[in-house]
Nanobody, 123 residues
Framework: QVQLVESGGGLVQAGGSLRLSCAAS????????MGWFRQAPGKEREFVAA????????IYADSVQGRFTIARDNARNTVYLQMNSLKPEDTAVYYC????????????????WGQGTQVTVSS
C-alpha cells in the first residue's frame, strides 16, 4: 500500500510558477510509475504528466508540454511537478498518482491516489 500526500498548491497570477510535491510512504517509489492528474470545476479529471520509475522519458499532456516538468527523487520518495507560465485554465485540483505498471496516461492504470492540492491561477 502507498500513501501519497500532495503539497505546494496555492493562488498565483497568470504567468507565475508553482512547484507541487508528492510525498509517498508505505512503499518505496523507486519501482513505481508516478503521474499527475488534475480536475477543474465541472470537468472530468485529466492527465497532466507521468514519469517512469527511472525518470527517463516523461510524458505530458499537450496542454502543458513545454511549461510543466515532472521529476522524481527516489531517495526522498518524492515526485515534483514544476509549473511555469501558468494560465487561468490551469486552475484545478491536482492529484498525484502511483502505478505499478508501465508509464501511462490512463487513470485506471493508477492504483494509488493522493487527496489533491488546489491550484488557482488568477488572470
Amino acid at each position: 500500500q502507498v500513501q501519497l500526500v500532495e503539497s505546494g498548491g496555492g493562488l498565483v497570477q497568470a504567468g507565475g510558477s508553482l512547484r507541487l510535491s508528492c510525498a509517498a510512504s508505505g512503499r518505496p517509489l523507486s519501482s513505481t510509475t508516478m503521474g499527475w492528474f488534475r480536475q477543474a470545476p465541472g470537468k472530468e479529471r485529466e492527465f497532466v504528466a507521468a514519469i517512469s520509475w527511472s525518470g527517463a522519458s516523461p510524458i505530458y499532456a499537450d496542454s502543458v508540454q513545454g511549461r510543466f516538468t515532472i521529476a522524481r527523487d527516489n531517495a526522498r520518495n518524492t515526485v515534483y511537478l514544476q509549473m511555469n507560465s501558468l494560465k487561468p485554465e490551469d486552475t484545478a485540483v491536482y492529484y498525484c498518482a502511483g502505478s505499478t505498471t508501465y508509464i501511462s496516461r490512463r487513470q485506471h492504470e493508477y492504483a494509488y491516489w493522493g487527496q489533491g492540492t488546489q491550484v488557482t491561477v488568477s488572470s
